[in-house]
C-alpha cells in the first residue's frame, strides 16, 4: 500500500460538533472550537482529546497492546483483511468524501482506504491516546478524536459516507444517525477458529458463533446487509510475531502470553501456523 498523501487538509465542514454542546466545531490552528466558546486543543503527537473532564468507565487499550498491534499490522499479517476492507468500501462507494473508524487502533484500515481513496478525509475515534498517536501520524491528511463510542458521537447527523468497525465495539444507534444518505458501514468480526495455532504460546479466548448474524440483528432493521465476505487464510508466524497477536487482543488482559524471555529461547523454533478467519459485512440503510 502506498503511504498517504502528507499534506494536511481543512476539516469538512460541517462534520464535527461539540461534545459540550451540539453547535458546529470549527478547525482553528491545532484547536477545535465551538461558537459557544468551547476549545479543544491538539495534543503534541497531533490528536485531540475531546473527553477533556469526562472520564469513562472503560478501558482502552494500554500501550503494550498498542506497540504490539503496530508490530503484527507491520508484518503485513493482516494486509488481505485491509485489502478486503476497501474492496468492500469501494464496491459500494467509488469516492467517500468522509470516512470515519470507530475503535481505529492506530489507523491501520483508514491508512489502506486512503490510500485508494486519497480525496477522503479520514477520521479515526479511538478511547486510547497511545493508539491515536500512531493513528495522527498515519493519517496526516485527517483528523484523530478521542471519544468513547458509547457516548453520543461528536459528529453531525448524516456526515459519514464510510464507517469501518473492526475488532471494536459499536453503538448501532448512534452509527445510523451519523451514517450518511448512500453510506456504508463495513464491519469486520472474527469467526470461530480464529488464531487457531497461537495455543502453542498462550491461552486463547474462544470467539463465539454467529457474530456477523448479531452486529445485523442489533440494529433492528435501521441498516441492512448489503454484502458479507468469509475470508479465511492461514499466517506463517515466527515466534515474535506469535507473541504479539496475542498481546494485542483481549486475551491479554486475561491470562499471561509467553514472556519476552521464553521466545527469545523459542527464537529458534520454526514458525507457527496460525488461522485467520474474519468476515467482512458491508450494512446500508434499506
Ligand atoms: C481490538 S482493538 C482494534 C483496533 C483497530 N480497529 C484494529 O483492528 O487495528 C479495539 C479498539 O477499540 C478501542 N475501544 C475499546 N472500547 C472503546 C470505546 N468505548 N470507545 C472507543 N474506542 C474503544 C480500543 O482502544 C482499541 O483501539
Ligand atoms: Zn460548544
Redesign the pocket.
Known amino acids: 500500500m502506498s503511504p498517504v498523501s502528507p499534506v494536511p487538509r481543512s476539516l469538512p465542514h460541517p462534520l464535527l460538533v461539540c461534545p459540550v454542546c451540539s453547535s458546529a466545531l470549527a478547525e482553528g490552528d491545532r484547536s477545535l472550537a465551538c461558537a459557544l466558546g468551547h476549545r479543544f486543543d491538539a495534543a503534541r503527537q497531533g490528536y485531540y482529546n475531546l473527553l477533556t473532564g469526562k472520564g469513562?468507565p472503560?478501558?482502552?487499550?494500554t500501550a503494550d497492546m498498542?506497540d504490539a498491534?503496530e508490530r503484527f499490522?507491520g508484518s503485513g499479517a493482516?494486509d488481505p483483511l485491509r485489502r478486503a476492507v476497501v474492496r468492500a468500501v469501494r464496491g459500494r462507494t467509488a469516492d467517500p468524501a468522509v470516512a470515519l473508524?470507530?475503535?481505529?487502533?492506530?489507523g491501520?484500515?483508514l491508512e489502506g482506504l486512503v490510500a485508494e481513496a486519497p480525496a477522503c478525509y479520514p477520521v479515526a475515534?479511538?478511547?486510547?491516546k497511545m493508539?491515536l498517536r500512531r493513528a495522527a501520524r498515519r493519517l496526516p491528511g485527517g483528523i484523530s478524536l478521542v471519544?468513547?463510542?458509547?457516548r453520543r458521537l461528536p459528529l453531525a447527523d448524516a456526515s459519514v459516507d464510510v464507517l469501518?468497525?473492526?475488532?471494536?465495539?459499536r453503538n448501532p444507534g448512534e452509527f445510523v444517525r451519523i451514517l450518511a444518505p448512500g453510506g456504508c458501514l463495513v464491519v469486520?468480526t472474527p469467526r470461530p477458529g480464529h488464531l487457531a495455532g497461537l495455543e502453542a504460546v498462550g491461552p486463547l479466548l474462544s470467539v463465539p458463533a454467529h457474530k456477523a448474524d448479531d452486529v445485523l440483528a442489533s440494529f433492528e432493521g435501521a441498516l441492512v446487509e448489503t454484502g458479507r465476505e468469509d475470508l479465511d487464510y492461514a499466517m506463517s508466524l515466527p515466534r515474535d510475531l506469535a507473541r504479539s497477536a496475542l498481546v494485542?487482543?483481549?486475551a491479554a488482559r486475561h491470562a499471561r502470553a509467553e514472556d519476552a524471555a521464553e521466545v527469545a529461547e523459542a527464537a529458534g523454533a520454526a514458525p507457527l501456523e496460525v488461522a485467520a478467519r474474519f468476515t467482512v459485512q458491508v450494512l446500508a440503510r434499506p
Open positions: 469513562t472503560f478501558e482502552s487499550d498498542v498491534r499490522l493482516y473508524d470507530a475503535g481505529a487502533g492506530t491501520y484500515y475515534l479511538d478511547l486510547s493508539a471519544w468513547d463510542v458509547w469501518l468497525n473492526v475488532f471494536a465495539p469486520v494485542m487482543g483481549p
